[in-house]
């Protein structure tokens, strides 16, 4: 019957864009060579109370002091302030000796934090920074159709997940280190000196060979 060969196309052309148009779904967009996935550093601040006294802190708030550190695993890249209301020189050569044990500098102003400090305390706070690759991976193109030639949504995840990992001090990725205008040159010097000064492997003649003996 003509109407049922007609129902039967028209099928068929719905089918064939349907398809069509699910693979344009999945292509890439990203016509750039620029990873849309870049690491994201993330701030956590632990905070813990000490009780204070005259001269700074006592032997037992030190060792208190000194296991929460060690608990937290205090290190490279973590940072470590004081809010003390009454800013007490004392304490804060206590807590910095702990820290330095640690190779860390007690830094100048502590962020906020939620609640107050109680009379007779002082706030030692610990804020360690993290860095990840929201969305990585990414396998959402899955259509083999690339009219763009665009590059694929997972395109640097490898790379900058891996940055985001191995870096000792995530707070890097978002500001450098800063120098301090010391250069240390006496390696490279060193060795300069010793290619120039050196004398040269001809200067002393060529050496005579001889088939004696053998």
């Given at each position: 019957m003509p109407f049922a060969n007609h129902s039967k196309l028209a099928g068929?052309?719905?089918l064939s864009l349907g398809l069509a148009l699910g693979a344009c779904g999945g292509m890439p967009t990203n016509k750039s060579l620029y990873s849309l996935k870049q690491p994201v550093v993330e701030r956590t601040s632990f905070t813990f109370d000490v009780r204070t006294s005259e001269s700074g802190l006592t032997i037992s708030e030190q060792q208190r002091l000194d296991g929460w550190f060690e608990t937290m695993e205090l290190g490279y890249g973590d940072r470590v302030?004081?809010?003390?209301?009454?800013?007490?020189?004392?304490t804060y050569d206590a807590v910095a000796e702990?820290?330095?044990?640690r190779g860390i500098?007690?830094?100048?102003?502590a962020p906020v934090t939620s609640g107050s400090?109680?009379?007779?305390?002082?706030?030692?706070?610990?804020?360690?920074?993290?860095?990840?690759?929201?969305?990585c991976p990414d396998w959402s193109a899955k259509s083999d159709i690339n009219l763009e030639n665009a590059t694929s949504p997972n395109y640097g995840c490898a790379t900058n997940s891996n940055l985001a990992a191995m870096v000792a001090n995530p707070q890097d990725l978002i500001e450098g280190q800063k120098g301090t205008g010391e250069t240390v040159i006496m390696s490279s010097t060193k060795a300069i000196e010793t290619f120039r000064e050196r004398a040269p492997t001809g200067a002393a003649g060529l050496s005579k060979n001889t088939t004696e003996g053998n």
């Open positions: 068929a052309l719905a302030s004081i809010d003390d209301p009454l800013v007490s020189e004392a702990l820290a330095g044990r500098l007690v830094e100048n102003g400090v109680q009379p007779g305390y002082a706030r030692v706070v610990l804020t360690r920074s993290s860095a990840s690759v929201p969305g």
